[in-house]
């Protein structure tokens, strides 16, 4: 079964850091782009970036929100995208889900996590 | 940025009948080379991840019923409920990837009426 399970959510301080995860199973991660939303209480869906699949370099982009804040990385060989949220502020409190596209977008967008919650508040 | 404006925000449909969302990008979202459009449309239910249910801006998602389609090419877009059932009832979200930064338009809510 393809599955996205994002992890490592929480209460956190304005300005502190957070890593989250995005594990794969079910396809072959490595030859995915992944990508990062986010959706805060009440609102709608935002991108937040992406890290395209090793065929493609593996190189990431960010919206101009988390640019500069936040990176984006993957182990391959782990099935796993990660999101590194450095310097939070209040309005980065949101629901982070991740998804895959394939290349030649085949199968893109058509599997997501759960989503993990962030709370960034003092 | 391209920016997507859908329209209206909220629709009250009865049950049976057909729901209509439009989708408006601020340019084209249409890729010349192979002549799709980048645009993809969600459903999301409280508490849910989003569901695709098209892509290439017309093209059903394996497993989505058939009362969902979507038509539409550069910049207008539309997705359709024929026969509105109850377990419709979500946010409905169109969403460009043509370039990054990907953006979403502002959800459409359909509710029964």
């Known amino acids: 079964e393809v599955q996205l399970v994002e992890s490592g959510g929480g209460l956190v301080q304005p300005g502190r850091s957070l890593t989250l995860s995005c594990t794969a199973s079910?396809?072959?991660?490595?030859?995915?782009?992944m990508s990062w939303f986010r959706q805060a209480p009440g609102k709608g869906l935002e991108w937040v970036g992406f890290?395209?699949?090793?065929?493609?370099?593996?190189?990431?982009e960010y919206a101009a929100s988390v640019k500069g804040r936040f990176s984006i990385s993957r182990d391959n060989s782990k099935g796993i995208a990660y999101l590194q949220m450095n310097g939070l502020q209040t309005e980065d409190t949101a629901v982070y889900y991740c998804?895959?596209?394939?290349?030649?977008?085949?199968?893109?967008?058509?599997?997501w996590g759960q989503g993990t919650m962030v709370t960034v508040s003092s | 940025d391209i920016v997507m404006t859908q329209s209206p925000d909220s629709l009250a449909v009865s049950l049976g009948e057909r729901a209509t969302i439009n989708c408006k990008a601020s340019?084209?979202?249409?890729?010349?080379?192979?002549?799709?459009?980048?645009l993809v449309w969600y459903q999301q239910k409280p508490g849910q991840p989003p569901k695709l249910l098209i892509y290439?801006?017309?093209t059903r998602e394996s497993g989505v019923p058939d009362r969902f389609s979507g038509s539409g090419s550069g910049t207008d877009f539309t997705l359709t409920i024929n026969n509105l059932q109850a377990e419709d009832v979500a946010v409905y979200y169109c969403?460009?990837?043509?370039?990054?930064?990907?953006?979403f338009g502002q959800g459409t809510k359909v509710e029964i009426k």
């Open positions: 969403q460009q990837h043509y370039n990054p930064p990907w953006t």
């Open positions: 998804t895959r596209y394939g290349s030649a977008w085949v199968d893109a967008f058509n599997v």
């Open positions: 290439w801006a017309s």
């Open positions: 890290i395209r699949n090793k065929a493609s370099g593996g190189t990431p």
């Open positions: 079910g396809f072959s991660f490595g030859d995915y782009g």
């Open positions: 340019q084209s979202v249409l890729y010349s080379s192979n002549n799709k459009n980048y």
